[in-house]
Antibody, heavy 121, light 110 residues
Framework: QVQLQESGPGLVKPSETLSLTCTVS??????????WSWIRQPPGKGLEWIAY???????NHNPSLKSRVTISVDTSKNQFSLKLSSMTAADTAVYYC?????????????WGQGTLVTVSS | QSVLTQPPSASGTPGLRVTISCSGS????????VNWYQQLPGTAPKLLIY???QRPSGVPDRFSGSKSGTSASLAISGLQSEDEADYSC???????????FGGGTKLTVL
């Protein structure tokens, strides 16, 4: 059974950079057919995809976030990470790490429990 | 503003059937399959339907999905009180090269 667990600060000041890490157990971040994503959900709103990293280390991010996003992987720790710069109140959300499974058709089949990040001074 | 469009709310009485719609475009639903997620308050989304009409093991067959063109729908039959939750649709978008989601539909069981 694959499990994902987010870790990072629950409070970030405006203009600072958010750093979150997702630890994966029960599966490898280097496995083929899987992408590793960050997704967020502002309070009372819908889900928004932030970025993904594939099994080869290729990345892509939502252009709505411009160039504020960096996603990276540490295969030795079986973790992947998100950095989101220039945080504002609009970035307050529950942040999820998740796995996209490309077998047969794309689906997000495993999610972390989510971590609430509040942007406030 | 979510890329996929869902009604913000839906309701039904126990035992009856309710459907939730999801509308997209040619680059997402029109080109790829649709997934549906159930989200109970304070919890992460749970995969309910994948590949537009497939259920993961453990999901009751009361839940079904369909897709036509650039729209999809989720149907829940034999409505139960524990079905009260938020339901979101998702699809891979070929233009974005990433996931797009609906804004979520809050289902109330009357």
């Amino acid at each position: 059974q694959v499990q994902l667990q987010e870790s990072g600060p629950g409070l970030v000041k405006p203009s600072e950079t958010l750093s979150l890490t997702c630890t994966v157990s029960g599966g490898s971040v280097s496995s083929g057919s899987y992408y590793w994503s960050w997704i967020r959900q502002p309070p009372g709103k819908g889900l928004e995809w932030i970025a993904y990293m594939d099994y080869s280390g290729n990345t892509n991010h939502n252009p709505s976030l411009k160039s504020r996003v960096t996603i990276s992987v540490d295969t030795s720790k079986n973790q992947f990470s998100l950095k989101l710069s220039s945080m504002t109140a609009a970035d307050t959300a529950v942040y999820y790490c998740a796995r996209t499974n490309w077998n047969a058709a794309p689906k997000i089949d495993y999610w972390g429990q989510g971590t609430l990040v509040t942007v406030s001074s | 503003q979510s890329v996929l469009t869902q009604p913000p709310s839906a309701s039904g009485t126990p035992g009856l059937r309710v459907t939730i719609s999801c509308s997209g475009s040619s680059s997402n639903i029109g080109s790829n399959t649709v997934n549906w997620y159930q989200q109970l308050p304070g919890t992460a989304p749970k995969l309910l339907i994948y590949s537009s009409n497939q259920r993961p093991s453990g999901v009751p067959d009361r839940f079904s999905g369909s897709k036509s063109g650039t729209s999809a729908s989720l149907a829940i039959s034999g409505l139960q009180s524990e079905d009260e939750a938020d339901y979101s649709c998702a699809a891979w978008d070929d233009s974005l090269n990433g996931w797009v989601f609906g804004g979520g539909t809050k289902l109330t069981v009357l």
